[in-house]
């Protein structure tokens, strides 16, 4: 065999763990959930299912008949959407602090990557959960968002929202307040790998180009925008993928597929679920890609 | 004479010039003290956001009813108490829980890493037919989620039948859910929890890596396996210890794997979310606050090994992600 023969064989042997994963599972039971979407699942005893075909059925019942779907899955993208340009605004401002130096920048770099660690959505539901036992039920959007921020992040929003209303301020502007306030502690804790990432990225920008600037008579704001920013960008489109995969893979669109699967047995409607909802969220990062790379610069 | 006269102007003149450079010089330090106050703000303010439900939690944890009831105390309990821990250290199921779940999660991390290495190494240095179409399928792997395929992975394992070769034998598959077995051929063939972000951060970091070396070892007579385990792994410590942090902390804390796979063990996260209830069924704790003392407990419980290790490994960890070249 010729040197290059030789070398695509050995990529190939390389690589041989991860095309035997990608074919069993990830082809071939997206295949299957295609299969599933169209059939009705029944689980045998001895351990095999049965499939009943009932054509398009299951995709009806998801966007017109289902109860809950549309409004999940339209409830959850919108906070989504809204989060991706405040998380990345956010941890490239936090990274571009931390790159500075100061005393005690070890520990805030640490602090900063506490909410990575201590993600567990386990907690987060353990706490939610005796926040709701505690307050006898949920009655409207803007009372949940405030137990469940007061448990997790030590605000008091009832004591401020009885303030701001006390002083006659309206109800709309209050709950838009409430919600403002909530979403700090969302967005910070779910910049933590950003902020690594744009850290990273930070550092890796020679020294020599900021000295440059500063000779030839640069202010600081020139220098953000003309230089770190430009540097910065091939970052910001990795970081907006991730962003996105992350606070989908947390949103409430999981919850209700994960139900409709295992608590109500009904996989074919639950495949159709998911089948919408990644074309969705597949949509969402393609445009936001294919936007975003037009303006990122690429060193040559 | 004029000379004293043309010498005090110049003093004067340089006295002025002097006062400029100090007027400049004073403003640009209250532009700095400015700057410094502004971000001590920012940075506490946002500690305080980070670290106030964790400190609230673990100071719930210590607490007895009385206390968590009485309104002169804010985070320092009047009675300490390790009554909370007791309850939910035996609720748990500890010790047993948590070394289980830091095996299973020692157990994944190792597998993945060395997993996402490979295959890493094998997209980055070699150049096959299809190798940037495959690299895109790994970071579809990536960005679709797991949660589409849900329903068939339950499927597929329940019954799991690799190449129809149990079907021969038994007449019908295994059973696999419930073991670790799952998750570990997941984590084998490189579809684990993330491992699609571990192939790209290892991708990334052995392209950054001169090629004169592994020429080198060529021109030496090492073959691509030896090159590999003795050259470029021993080089690729800091994307190495990045990929073991992020494995860890990720299946440690994962909920969806655990509970779609492993749902009758007894992984600390799973058992974390139905403490609650447990409490409250079990012991009849009839009020919820003194069920959340519980709850706060067993999520301090939870926590501490992560804290641990985060605290051991974190200044590792940050230089690593540096030098792990995810950047360029």
């Not at chain 1, 994963?21 to 029944?42: E, R, W």
């Not at chain 2, 070699?126 to 990536?142: D, E, M, R, S, Y």
Request: hydrophobic share 50%; net charge neutral.
């Amino acid at each position: 065999m010729t040197l290059e023969g030789r070398q695509k064989a050995t990529g190939l042997i390389f690589i041989a763990p991860w095309v035997i994963g990608f074919i069993t599972f990830f082809a071939y039971d997206f295949v299957q959930t295609i299969i599933f979407s169209f059939n009705k699942l029944s689980i045998k005893s001895s351990g095999g299912y049965t499939l009943q075909y009932i054509g398009i059925s299951n995709f009806d019942n998801a966007l017109h008949q289902s109860a809950d779907y549309v409004e999940t899955l339209t409830n959850s993208m919108g906070p989504i959407l809204i989060d991706i340009p405040l998380i990345i605004f956010f941890s490239l401002f936090i990274a571009v602090l931390l790159n500075r130096k100061f005393k005690g920048r070890a520990l805030m770099r640490a602090l900063f990557f506490l909410p990575v660690i201590m993600a567990c959505p386990a907690i987060t539901e353990a706490i939610s959960d005796n926040m709701q036992n505690l307050l006898g039920g949920i009655s409207n959007a803007a009372a949940a968002e405030a137990s469940s921020t007061q448990t997790t992040s030590g605000l008091d929003i009832q004591a401020i929202t009885m303030v701001l209303t006390d002083y006659g301020i309206p109800d709309q502007i209050v709950t838009y307040l409430v919600d403002a306030v909530s979403r700090i502690y969302e967005i910070v804790r779910n910049s933590g790998v950003q902020i690594i990432v744009f850290l990273a990225a930070l550092q890796a920008i020679p020294g020599s180009m900021y000295e440059v600037a500063e000779i030839e008579g640069a202010t600081k704001y020139e220098t953000f925008w003309k230089i770190t920013f430009p540097l910065v960008s091939p970052l910001i489109l990795t970081n907006v993928i991730y962003t996105i995969v992350d606070l989908y893979s947390q949103s409430d669109v999981i919850t209700l597929e994960q139900t409709t699967a295992f608590s109500q047995m009904n996989f074919g409607l639950s495949a159709a679920m998911c089948l919408i909802s990644s074309l969705v969220i597949c949509m969402i990062i393609g445009l936001c890609g294919y936007f975003i790379s037009r303006k990122v610069f690429y060193q040559a | 004479m004029n000379t004293p006269c043309i010498a005090r102007i110049q003093v004067s003149r340089n006295n002025t010039e002097k006062t400029k450079m100090q007027r400049l010089k004073t403003r640009r330090t209250i532009g700095k003290v400015l700057t410094s106050i502004f971000i001590a703000i920012i940075m506490i303010g946002l500690s305080y956001v980070i670290l106030s439900p964790l400190i609230g939690i673990v100071s719930n944890s210590f607490m007895t009813i009385n206390d968590y009831y009485n309104p002169v105390v804010y985070l320092i309990p009047i009675h300490p108490t390790m009554d909370n821990f007791t309850t939910a250290w035996e609720q748990l199921s500890c010790p047993a829980s948590i070394l289980y779940t830091l095996v299973y999660s020692a157990v994944i991390m190792l597998i993945q890493t060395f997993i996402c290495s490979f295959v890493g190494y094998g997209f980055a240095r070699f150049k096959f037919p299809g190798c940037n179409v495959l690299f895109a399928l790994v970071i579809l792997t990536f960005v679709v989620p797991v949660q589409t395929f849900m329903v068939p992975l339950y499927m597929q394992f329940r019954d799991f039948d690799f190449l129809g070769i149990f079907h021969l034998f038994t007449g019908g598959g295994i059973d696999l859910l419930n073991t670790p077995v799952p998750i570990i051929l997941l984590s084998l063939t490189g579809s684990g929890l993330r491992s699609g972000l571990f192939i790209y951060i290892f991708r990334q970091f052995f392209r950054g890596l001169p090629q004169e070396i592994e020429s080198a070892a060529f021109i030496d007579g090492a073959g691509p396996l030896y090159t590999f385990f003795v050259i470029m792994l021993p080089n690729a410590g800091s994307a190495i210890i990045t990929v073991l942090l992020f494995s860890f902390v990720w299946q440690y804390n994962d909920v969806f794997y655990a509970s779609l796979f492993m749902n009758s063990s007894n992984l600390l996260p799973l058992q974390i979310s139905t403490l609650s209830s447990k409490v409250s069924d079990v012991l009849s704790i009839k009020d919820p606050n003194q069920a959340a003392l519980y709850v706060h407990a067993g999520i301090t419980l939870t926590i501490i090994p992560l804290i641990v290790i985060y605290l051991c490994l974190q200044r590792h960890f940050m230089e690593s992600v540096d030098r792990s070249g995810i950047v360029g």
